[in-house]
């Protein structure tokens, strides 16, 4: 945007040419390019990672098999721990789900203008991080190939918060889907009607590709009307997608709480597991942001500022998680009942000091810190706390998970009772640090290969859907970053664009501005095609034209929309004057 | 005292005329009441899927509303007024005064259910007493009036039966152990690998008799129920070669043990000021313990 604007303002030249077609928003081409340029031809790189990503994936599920085999033992679990990694999986996965949806949406209900290139990307991640987290169901039952009952009403025992989980998340794995799908509808109509988008594809590929944005935004023709109804659609899908992730992270804490265990029964946990879904969900985001930021070299609209946006949002998240962490096991340490108090001395200073104090160093304090300080206050700096926190929130979700489901209900002097309340690790079940399956003892569960490769492979699976799916779909919205520039260039000016979208002052819009040749130079290229995608090229210098004209009817609305929407201002005689 | 048969079935008047522990509060210093204040948790949560279903639409297609208690055990729960007579309401006496520890009741139940060493249906804790002396506690599942277990489950798969017991169809448990998580007694056992094997029986593997164990389900203590009507009494209690375990029934107001000694119920439970384990968690466990050695069982989980 950045650039388009700028180049704009520089460039008269590309200016000139680029409103001569007859569109009124200027950026266009320049924003296409980028936003489609993840549909262009894989690169050795793609598909290095691809298969890579792909045989951890495949490994994982080899693992799961030999779970099925052996039974769910083969995992670690046994009756003193009956709940461990797989359940902390599905609250960790689920979780991060959250946060690519609720920052999506709560930015569309801000109006926040600054989303315009990061929704797609958010909304993405939400909706291939879900699905992983509920197929975390499968290897955490003990009878997966029952797992229908849960659809079969007559079995439906609606007083089980299980139940309502499965509700819930289904309701929400929709809401996330139509989240995605709605902005992709004026998008892929866009991309489709452009200079032989997508680019770089060719044969079966692009025909496939070309088909299925055909059949996406099939009816959709940009009247006012239509866009209306859309804007409508996202609106309330957003109101909607906020309660609902609530509501889902709250249930998934009944499934713990409806019990007696120390640990479980804990009027915060609903709260804490919304604040640590949300916290993680902006980590998950932010790392996202940045890895597709640069595979596809989207700087330009990206910018370190949006980063460190987000980095603001995953603080507040964390400062509030740590706030209740801290709330949570200080009165549960002081109630002075033994179970809930040996249960907050066993994570701070028994059994789990080490995973606990992990967490709060790598997504507690070192977050905080890096996001305080200037100086690690960008886009490394961000990335860095986002991995921390992802993987720490994780250690932490297995903190709240296992000892909790590992603390005796009946405590026996001999075996373990005495033992625990005074913070040594009792010795029933043999828990010497090697365990049942060679693993590594955490209480009476005993990590084993199997679980950790699942785990691994989960986490494998997102950026690997993730590059398949903007393989398919453009990585960022065109037309929101087109309706952002649109709405702001009527409104403020051209520099008001390149504050908006780049966000304020950052170091490169002032070089924009200042040296004319720069942009154009650096503009140019993706522009006029002699950036990527060499068969393009050709193509691109003409068709710069042509998209203006073929989508001429199918625009007519968009131009109707955008005289009111400039208010007959200056801003809309501006541009559409030039363009005639 | 003379409780008539069908307090026994109402988990307020079975506590009030029962239970010593309410009775006899210096046996217990601190241990909170046992109250029924109307709505225990079980009764709350029920209420509040009730109500939700009634909003929901999910509620349509012939659902049951709450399959859990409602159908398998129409009107058992604690409270109801309107029940069906069961002619029996099984229930278990331990008498810890002659406990030693042997284990044998727990090696009687896994011969006849097939199962393995670390399912322990009946387990003998060894429980450590106020002044420091250890004494023996044998923990069948408590086949709660109020069984935090069943309504968590999300397929159904737990249901108390008519006679009062709490019992797991294996052949629908998915294995989500959230039962496991909901008991607050530890007594059930989930099979995390594959059951050990067991003999062709002469029938299906029935809730009432769970052999052989199903993989990836949750199992537990039975009562045996299969055999009580046949008038056999459960393994453990046959096993017992101290006499420990009675089987009771509150209906006929009898309990009886290994040995064949027959004693009144009602008349036994008072004269020995027999409590329950973890009363204050609202679950009614309809097992009473007997304590002789100065031991306290505690009215929660830590105490002792
Ligand atoms: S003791 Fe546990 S398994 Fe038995 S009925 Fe009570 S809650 Fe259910």
């Known amino acids: 945007m950045t650039s388009t604007t700028t180049t704009g303002a520089g460039t008269a030249a590309t200016q000139g040419e680029q409103r001569q077609a007859g569109d009124p928003i200027v950026p266009r081409p320049d924003i296409r390019q980028a936003a489609l340029r993840s549909i262009g031809k894989s690169g050795r790189s793609w598909w290095v990672i691809v298969t890579t990503l792909g045989v951890i994936v495949v490994a994982g599920v080899v693992a799961w098999i030999f779970q099925l085999r052996d039974g769910l033992g083969a995992a670690g679990y046994n009756d003193r721990a009956f709940w461990a990694v797989y359940e902390a999986d599905l609250v960790a996965f689920i979780g991060v789900s959250y946060g690519g949806a609720v920052v999506s949406a709560i930015l569309r209900l801000t109006k926040a203008s600054w989303r315009a290139p990061l929704t797609r990307i958010a909304e993405a991640t939400a909706l291939v991080t879900l699905p992983i987290g509920m197929l975390f169901i499968i290897p955490h039952l003990g009878s997966p190939e029952k797992i229908w009952e849960l659809v079969w009403p007559p079995y439906w025992n609606l007083s089980s918060p299980i139940l309502w989980d499965f509700f819930a998340v289904s309701t929400y794995l929709l809401a996330t889907a139509v989240f995605f799908y709605l902005p992709l509808i004026p998008d892929v109509k866009v991309a489709i009607s452009g200079d032989g988008v997508p680019p770089a594809c060719a044969g079966l590929r692009y025909r496939l590709i070309r088909w299925l944005y055909a059949t996406v935004g099939r009816s959709w023709d940009g009247t006012t009307g239509q866009r209306r109804i859309l804007h409508g659609a996202l609106g309330l899908v957003a109101i909607m997608i906020i309660p609902m992730a609530v509501s889902v992270h709250s249930v998934l804490s009944f499934a713990f709480s409806s019990s007696s265990r120390a640990g479980y029964l804990e009027t915060i946990l609903p709260v804490y597991f919304v604040i640590a879904a949300l916290y993680t969900g902006v980590a998950i985001v932010i790392v996202a942001v940045v890895a597709f930021r640069r595979a596809y070299r989207l700087e330009r609209w990206i910018t370190k500022r949006h980063v460190v946006r987000l980095g603001f949002m995953m603080a507040a998240l964390g400062a509030i998680y740590l706030y209740l962490t801290f709330t949570e096991y200080l009165i549960d340490g002081y109630s002075g009942t033994a179970g809930n108090a040996a249960w907050v001395h066993q994570i701070v200073a028994g059994r789990y000091w080490i995973p606990f104090w992990f967490y709060f160093v790598a997504a507690g304090v070192v977050p905080l810190l890096l996001i305080a300080i200037p100086r690690t206050r960008n886009v490394k700096g961000m990335t860095v706390a986002s991995v921390l926190i992802l993987f720490a929130m994780w250690v932490k979700r297995l903190v709240i998970v296992v000892p909790a489901a590992t603390e005796p209900l009946v405590r026996s002097a001999i075996t373990h009772g005495g033992a625990v309340s005074s913070g040594v690790a009792p010795a029933s079940q043999g828990s010497p640090a090697l365990g049942i399956g060679g693993g590594v003892a955490w209480g009476t569960y005993h990590f084993t290969w199997i679980p950790i490769a699942i785990t691994v492979a989960a986490t494998a699976a997102i950026p690997l859907l993730l590059m398949i799916l903007f393989k398919i779909f453009p990585v960022m919205s065109v037309t929101e970053l087109e309706e952002v520039a649109q709405l702001e260039g009527l409104e403020v000016d051209v520099d008001g664009v390149v504050r908006v979208l780049s966000g304020a002052t950052s170091e490169r819009p002032r070089a924009w501005r200042t040296g004319s040749g720069v942009p154009a130079a650096r503009s140019g290229p993706p522009l006029h095609g002699s950036g990527s995608g060499a068969g393009l090229k050709r193509g691109r210098s003409d068709k710069q034209l042509q998209p203006e004209s073929s989508r001429a009817p199918a625009r007519e609305g968009a131009g109707t929309l955008s005289s009111p929407d400039a208010g007959s201002g200056a801003g809309g005689t501006t541009i559409g004057g030039d363009g005639e | ?304």
């Open chain 2, 1 to 304: 005292m003379e409780p008539t048969a069908p307090e026994y079935r109402s988990g307020t008047s079975t506590h009030s005329s029962l239970s010593p522990g309410a009775a006899n509060p210096s046996r217990h210093p601190g241990a909170p009441r046992p109250h029924d204040n109307g709505l225990s948790r079980r009764r709350f949560l029920k209420r509040v899927g009730a109500g939700a279903a009634g909003v929901s639409i999910l509620a349509a297609g012939g659902a049951d509303l709450l399959p859990s208690s409602a159908s398998a055990a129409p009107g058992a729960g604690a409270g109801s007024p309107a029940k069906p007579k069961a002619s029996h309401q099984w229930c278990m006496v331990i008498d810890l005064r002659y406990c030693d520890g042997c284990k044998q009741c727990t090696a009687a139940c896994q011969k006849a259910h097939y199962l393995h060493e670390d399912q322990t249906w009946i387990r003998v804790f060894t429980m450590e007493g106020e002044s420091g002396n250890t004494y023996h506690m044998p923990r069948p599942c408590m086949m709660c009036e109020d069984p935090p277990c069943v309504p968590v489950c999300p397929v159904s798969a737990n249901f108390r039966t008519d006679e009062g017991l709490t019992l797991v169809n294996q052949q629908r448990c998915i294995g989500t152990r959230i039962c496991m998580n909901a008991c607050p007694y530890q007594a059930r056992y989930f099979n995390w690998t594959s059951p050990a094997p067991a003999p062709r029986q002469p029938f299906a593997q029935t809730p009432e008799w769970p052999v052989p164990q199903v993989k990836g389900t949750v199992g537990k203590c039975v009562f045996c129920a299969a055999m009580l009507p046949a008038g056999k009494i459960p393994e453990c209690v046959a096993g017992c070669p101290m006499g420990v375990l009675y089987l009771g029934d509150l209906e006929s107001d009898v309990a009886v043990n290994g040995f064949g000694n027959v004693i009144k119920l009602s008349q036994f439970l008072a004269d020995n000021d027999a409590v329950k384990f973890k009363e204050d968690y609202g679950t009614h466990p309809r097992v009473w313990y007997i304590l002789g050695h100065g031991q306290d069982l505690g009215s929660d989980s830590e105490a002792s």
